[in-house]
């Protein structure tokens, strides 16, 4: 049973985290087939798909979004990570006709209820279709943050990058990438494909990100998490007031059961994407 829902969003939020790399060339798209989770040619003016970049090993590096407008690749990114997931596209960009750009100054990225007419490009939220859309826009801008973005985001019981996955730790299935729309396993290969394939197919996944809602004072991430019997069940992630994401082994993990964390508790409930039988 999920915690009461919180509204949709109400107007434009600008998400002052989020930066805009840009690539264009003739061999954009081949270009970040052989490196993305999710089919590039799923992607267009209208619609974004939801990706990762991994390590050879299936890990977690970067996760983006991607729109496809007049000969140019938009990669909504974090922006404080901006510049490591820059290098690496080049290091990987070899003799590749594409131009990889850092265009952090040049757009920004609004969260809002509806299609907005007054940016660059305006799309549906790929990974949940309650999460509206997001506007990538020139600036100067009129908007505000808006923490309420943030809020929905964890009533949903939606990862939010670094801040919830762990780099070079996390594997993305873990993430629930597959359930938020963000794995194609239809599409051939990628870097980390063959570790991603493999856990969907042959192995038992031990370990998922999953919405808590806390009792008490919001633990710092990392905090563990404990069993009656005291010991470590999993740890916390990101959160906001009463909600959070948590990191958990679920052999060990029921739902709506409450378990220690620090000075508060938090119990984890099922989300609507959540898959029907578990593994």
Known sequence: MSPQKISLLNKPALLSDRAILTLSGADRKNFLQGLITNDINAASDVSAIYAALLTPQGKYLH????????????????????????????????????????????????????????????????????MGFRTIIVPPLSYQTDDHYDDLR??????????????????????????????????????????????????????RLLPVTVDGPLPARGTEIMDKDGKKIGDIRSGRGKRA???????????????????????????????????
């Open 63 to 130: 996760d983006f979004f991607i729109i496809d407008k007049d000969d140019t690749i938009f990669l909504d990114c974090e922006r404080a990570r901006m510049a490591d997931i820059h290098r690496r596209l080049m290091m990987y960009r070899l003799r590749a006709d594409v131009d990889i750009i850092d265009c952090s100054e040049k757009y920004a990225v609004l969260a809002s209820p509806e299609l907005s007419s007054e940016g660059l490009i305006s799309y549906p939220d790929p990974r949940h279709p309650n």
């Open 154 to 207: 964890l009533s949903l019981g939606l990862p939010d990058g670094s801040r919830d996955f762990d780099v070079d730790k996390t594997l993305i299935l873990e993430g629930n990438m597959e359930e938020l729309n963000g794995v194609d396993f239809n599409k051939g290969c990628y870097v980390g494909q063959e570790v991603t394939a493999r856990m969907k197919h042959r192995a038992i996944l031990k370990k």
């Open 245 to 279: 994401i948590g990191y958990f082994r679920l052999a060990k993990m029921t739902f709506n059961q409450p378990y220690q964390c620090a000075e508060a508790t938090v119990t984890p409930w099922q989300p609507d994407w959540y898959p029907v039988t578990n593994e």
